[in-house]
Structure formats: C-alpha cells, structure tokens
C-alpha cells in the first residue's frame, strides 16, 4: 500500500500571501496524483489531478507540481475561501486508493 | 446536474448491519465505477470500497473485507453498502464517489455525495 504524507500539519497565512503545500509518496507514482479541497461540513472537491492539471471550476491560482514521490499544492495570491482542508490522493497503485492525512490551510 | 446523495446512515450498537444507498443522477451511471470513502473525524479520508460499471468486479480495502458488501442497481441508478459486524472504529461519515471515465480526466473521484454519518456505539 503506497502512503502518502502532507506537511505541514497546519498552515497558517494571511489572505494575499501564497500558500505551498506538501505530499510525499512512499514509493514512485509518477504524476498519478491528485488534490482535493474540504471546507467544514462539506464533501473533498477534487482540484488538481494528475499532479498539475486543474479540475473544472479550478481558479488558476491553485498550481501542481511533482513527480514521482515529492508533490506540491501551490496556491497564489489567497482569498477568503481557499482556507480549508486539502487533501493528497494516489491513483498510481490501487487497490487501495489512498489519501494523504491533509493540511489543514488557516487564516493567521 | 451530476448529483449523488446518501442515506441509510444512523446509531448502531458493535456487531450491528446498515445499509447505506446512493442515489445517482444527471450521468450515465451505468458508464462508471462507483465507490465508498469514509472519513472519520479529523481524518483524511479512507477509500473501503469500488465496483466496476457493470458490478461485475468488486474492490475492497482490508479493514472491511469480508464485513461489508458493494452493489449495485444500474436500472434505478443506485449504488448500495451492506456493511456487517460493525465495530467503533467504523464510525465516520460515508461518501459515495463516482470515479471518473473521460480520457482527459480520468479515474479520479468527482464528484462525492454529501455525505451520511455512521455511529457505531453500545
């Protein structure tokens, strides 16, 4: 099973400044990743999928990047409603699909 | 509009079955492989379980091997889990997931359900 693993934790910044997201693969995925976005009381919005291309409705100041085992979320310039959670997903080796634990993205 | 909404979710003492549908929508079910997710509280989500289009393969994830069943109904548009001896750590909220089929974007989960709670507890 390929473990994946976000840092930080926790990310807190202020609206305007860019956000930079990290996910980790056990083993190579090649670029078979993908991010999801969760805001309280709601379902994981898929954003990004594999590793750099953005999801329909996908402002495009949220960039991604990687391959192989290392993976970054960047997000530029945030607003108001980019504060959430956000997930890591591997499509590389399934079954299982496995997700990363999240970054939890806060306002400072 | 693509929507998929759960029910079936509730309190169930260990050892306990439910089972939770999943109502489809505004797509060609029958084109797609369809999922479970859970995600328990303050943690990531946890794919448990898929079924090809045609329901003629089945995927589960160890933790409910063997305890919990994925089907579905192509003609009414419904994905099911019958989920069996439940235990606490079954406690989360369950998602269904349509994986994707189209070249460009393809078998990633979009979209989810809203979600049903499932609470396993004496």
């Known amino acids: 099973e390929i473990v994946l693993t976000q840092s930080p934790a926790t990310l807190s910044l202020s609206p305007g400044e860019t956000a930079t997201l990290s996910c980790r693969a056990s083993r190579s995925i090649s670029r078979y990743l993908g991010w999801y976005q969760q805001k309280p009381g709601q379902a994981p919005r898929l954003l990004i999928y594999?590793?750099?291309n953005r999801a329909t409705g996908t402002p495009p100041r949220f960039s991604g990047s990687g391959s192989g085992t290392d993976f970054t979320l960047t997000i530029s310039n945030l607003e108001p409603e980019d504060f959430a959670v956000y997930f890591c997903?591997?499509?590389?080796?399934?079954?299982?699909?496995?997700f990363g634990q999240g970054t939890k993205l806060e306002i400072k | 509009e693509v929507q998929l909404v759960e029910s079936g979710g509730g309190l169930v003492k260990p050892g306990g079955s439910l089972r939770l549908s999943c109502a489809a929508s505004g797509f060609r079910f029958s084109a797609h492989t369809m999922n479970w997710v859970r995600q328990a509280p303050g943690k990531g989500p946890e794919w448990i379980a898929g079924?090809?289009?045609?329901?003629?393969?089945?995927y589960y994830a160890d933790s409910v091997k063997g305890r919990f069943t994925i089907s579905r109904d192509n003609a009414k548009n419904f994905l099911f889990l019958q989920m069996d001896n439940l235990r606490a750590e079954d406690t989360a909220v369950y998602y269904c997931?349509?994986?994707?089929?189209?070249?460009?974007?393809?078998?990633?989960?979009?979209?989810w359900g809203q979600g049903t709670l499932v609470s396993v507890s004496s």
């Open positions: 997931a349509r994986l994707t089929t189209d070249i460009q974007v393809y078998n990633w989960f979009d979209p």
């Open positions: 997903q591997q499509r590389a080796d399934w079954p299982p699909y496995t």
């Open positions: 594999d590793a750099s």
């Open positions: 079924i090809s289009s045609s329901g003629s393969d089945l």
